[in-house]
């Protein structure tokens, strides 16, 4: 099943997922602080390496701008410990097993690589504002210059 993006403007579908460490965490947690909820697809992958690490190098700044950060795939809780330690990782990556969240973030979609389809999380990042509406979404991310981009937008709320 695909479901398409929220909205900009729309309150922000509720999140409630175990965290490294196995503490839920719940959007709701977070009302009048903005949040980054990044999905990506798998830990330990170059890609998703670097955007983690990324979002790490820049967490000072998105703190001082009141900006929590969250990432959300479908990998285990064991795993997310693992990728954090590995990559010393300063922000909560969040397990969502059975996809619930993913499926109502429109981010779980048909993909194809060396022309098999399967499905999979779709590397999509949101910026939820401190009201609980979704401020902005970038769709299909493209890790390079993506976590620069996704601070200054947070500056601005």
């Known amino acids: 099943m695909t479901t398409a993006l929220p909205e900009v403007g729309q309150t922000a579908p509720a999140v409630s997922l175990p965290r490294d460490g196995g503490e839920i965490v ?11 909820l990044y999905f990506y697809p798998k830990d330990a992958t170059p890609g998703c390496t670097k955007q983690a690490i990324g979002f790490t ?61 399967f499905m999979g999380i779709e590397r999509t990042t949101f910026l939820i504002g401190a009201d609980g509406k979704i401020a902005q979404i970038w769709p299909k991310v493209k890790v390079p210059g993506h976590v620069e981009a996704v601070l200054e937008a947070a500056k601005s709320l």
């Open 57 to 117: 190098d820049l967490a000072h700044e998105f703190e001082e701008a009141g900006v929590a950060i969250l990432g959300v795939s479908k990998d285990s809780v064991a795993k997310h410990e693992k990728f954090i330690a590995k990559n010393n990782l300063s922000f909560a990556l969040l397990s969502d097993e059975d996809n619930d969240v993913c499926e109502r973030y429109g981010v779980w979609k048909e993909k194809s690589m060396y022309g098999k389809k």
């Open 26 to 36: 719940n959007l709701a947690d977070y009302a009048g602080q903005p949040v980054v």
